[in-house]
């Protein structure tokens, strides 16, 4: 693992990378309307709808992967908790993958999701153990849609509002519960205008930053309309250099109670951090 240092707008902050892979590492297809039996899952424009109908759900629990090829080995990390959607925040732990030989010398990281900032505990070398890292989503390239090594739930249900091309894949058991597969390809610049407010600034960053303005998604939303799982296959240039990074979001257990509390000024660090 490598830690790279970066300033913008004179805030300090470090974003993790595997072999200098940066990751802390209208339309569509088929028309609006319903398919024959009527079912909302099974009509390619609920996946323009999806973040709405989550904002609906309220809450829900959430496992994130983030897989990305580095030195020609191909790595994952992976997050686990939960998210608040009416209040936009969430709370994961994120672990970071094994070094070459297997072992694993991160401390897993504990993030928090929040409409204006990510905060991350147990993040960079110098960093006191009760201390925490924030990070504005708006001063980073990629605008926090994998720097983080998890993409933010709800941001990831915003992207879709730009999906073009969209098809109806097929149904499917996921985990118990029967959803209906779409692909297509979403465009990061134009989920930035259409986005709700809260999400605007980060998907404008990361319209910049990104080396490719398309993303190719699989989208599995259940007979209610509800996201259930998205991967989204972003490229994102580190270095000069375009990286692949697919993003899979999977969510369940709607409507369990998430609790979130951002740390006080006083708990967040504000030296630089070292690599």
Not at 68 to 90: H, L, N, P, W
Not at 158 to 169: D, H, K, T, W, Y
Not at 208 to 235: I, N, T, W
């Amino acid at each position: 693992m490598v830690v790279q240092q970066h300033r913008r707008r004179n805030v300090a902050f470090a974003v993790v990378a595997v072999a200098g892979v940066v990751a802390t590492t209208a339309g569509c297809s088929g028309g609006g309307g319903a398919m024959a039996d009527d079912r909302p899952a099974q009509d390619p424009g609920a996946v323009l709808r999806a973040a709405d109908v989550l904002l609906a759900a309220g809450s829900s629990k959430a496992r994130t992967s983030m897989e990305m090829a580095a030195g020609g080995t191909r790595v994952t990390i992976r997050g686990e908790g939960g998210y608040d959607f009416a209040r936009r925040m969430g709370r994961l732990r994120v672990v970071l993958p094994k070094d070459p030989a297997g072992v694993n010398r991160h401390r897993p990281i504990t993030e928090l999701l929040s409409p204006a900032a990510l905060y991350m505990k147990n993040r960079g070398a110098g960093v006191p153990a009760d201390k925490w890292v924030r990070v504005d989503s708006t001063t980073l390239e990629d605008g926090n849609l994998v720097t983080g090594g998890a993409t933010d739930p709800l941001t990831a249900a915003e992207l879709l509002r730009a999906a073009r091309n969209v098809a109806f894949v097929g149904e499917k058991d996921l985990a118990g519960t029967r959803v209906w597969h779409y692909r297509g390809t979403t465009y990061i610049g134009g989920a930035a205008r259409s986005a709700a407010p809260y999400a605007r600034g980060a998907l404008a960053a990361a319209a910049k930053g990104f080396g490719e303005d398309a993303v190719p998604f699989d989208a599995y939303l259940d007979e209610d309309g509800r996201l259930r799982k998205v991967r989204h296959q972003f490229s994102y240039v580190n270095q000069g250099h375009t990286v692949d990074v697919a993003s899979t979001t999977l969510l369940y257990a709607f409507g369990v109670t998430v609790s979130v509390a951002l740390p006080p000024s006083g708990d967040i660090f504000a030296g630089e951090i070292k690599a």
